[in-house]
Every structure is written in C-alpha cells, then in structure tokens.
C-alpha cells in the first residue's frame, strides 16, 4: 500500500523544518509522531513533530469579534476554506542505503518534498538497535518541549514495538544525570505514561 503525503515543506534546515498541510486532512499528523521525508530513492530523513499550529488570518479576525455566528458560517470556515496548517520537525535520523543512523542528515530537504507519517514497521525499524541515541536531539533543544515530546514519542514507540521503553529512560537518565531540574520534569511526563 503506498504511503499519501500529509504535508509539503515549507522550509528546512540540518536540524529540522516547518510542514505545511490542510486542516481538513484526516490524515494530520499528531505532536509527537513520527515522520519521515524521502530525499531520494534512498535517502530518508526522520523526525517528530513537536509544533503545530493554525495561523489567522483576516476572516477569522473579523468572525471572532462578531456576535452571533452561526454554526454553518464556522463549520464553512473550517471546512471549505483552505486553512493551513503549519508543523515544526525536528529531526532525528536518517536513513541511506538502508542503514538507520541517528545523525542529522547531511543535507536538509528542499522546499515542497512531500512528508509521510511513520508507519509501525517504520518506527521499529528506526528504534531497532534498541540505542536511544537519536534522544540528544530533543533532550539538548530548548526551544521545544522536550519532556512531553518524550512522553508521547515513548508512547508510539511502545505501541508500535511493545518494548524499548526501559531502554529509553534509561538512555535519558545516562543523558541528563549533570541536569537534575530537565532529569525531573523528563521523568515526570514520561511516568505518565506508563
């Protein structure tokens, strides 16, 4: 079964990128899902989605003022109009001939490539060695919200493997015993879900 895109860049960098893609799509990636972007036939990037969110615009400033809006001039808004919805990715990894690395890519995507969510298999794949060590990437970003990002990707890759979550903590614990504040909070959203 082929994979359908659920978003195109907008720009990119070696660290990440911005994803736009339409608020009606079912398909609409999740904070925390993983994604790949196919680069070329072999050569794909992974990362997480750790920003979502809906710009306004002019229509939508004049509606949140007004009194009395109807629910079909709001449902018309948010279905027949083509509101964008814009997602941050920070990557994780790539994947060349094969062969799942945990580094940055050593080129970022370009304008327009199409991104795919993960499938489980993906998600294995990517977590197979059982390292963690793409978790630097999160864990040293402060401009995200690294504790929840974990808890929720932890989530999927539970649900996906069934296991590696220990492994996980583990290698978070290794990564953060010199910052016990960043330790703390880590532990505390991930210990919501287990």
């Given amino acids: 079964m082929e994979q359908i895109a659920i ?3 907008l720009r990119s960098s070696i660290t990440g990128c911005v994803v736009g893609c339409n608020l009606s799509q079912a398909t609409a990636p999740a904070f925390g899902q993983m994604v790949l972007i196919p680069l070329d036939d072999k050569t794909k990037v ?3 989605v750790y920003d979502i969110h809906i710009d306004d615009d002019g229509l939508v400033r004049q509606l949140v003022t007004a009194s009395g809006i109807s629910d079909a001039v709001i449902e018309d808004n948010r279905v027949n109009r083509n509101v964008p919805l814009e997602m941050s990715v920070l990557f994780v990894g790539c994947e060349s001939d ?3 690395s945990h580094l940055l890519p050593l080129r970022p995507p370009l304008t327009l490539d199409s991104i ?3 499938s ?5 794949r990517f977590c197979a060695d059982g390292s963690f060590g793409y978790l630097r990437h999160l864990l040293r970003n402060q401009d ?3 504790a929840e990002l974990l808890a929720v990707h932890l989530r999927e890759v539970l649900a996906a493997a ?3 979550s220990a ?3 583990e290698t978070v614990i290794s990564m953060l015993k010199d910052d016990y504040p960043q330790l703390m909070d880590v532990l505390s959203a991930v210990s919501e879900v287990f």
């Fill in 116 to 118: 795919y969510p993960c």
């Fill in 144 to 146: 995200i919200p690294a």
């Fill in 7 to 9: 978003g195109r860049l």
């Fill in 162 to 164: 069934g296991e590696g």
């Fill in 120 to 124: 489980d298999a993906d998600l294995k």
């Fill in 98 to 100: 094969g062969r799942i």
């Fill in 46 to 48: 992974f990362g997480l």
């Fill in 167 to 169: 492994a996980a903590v």
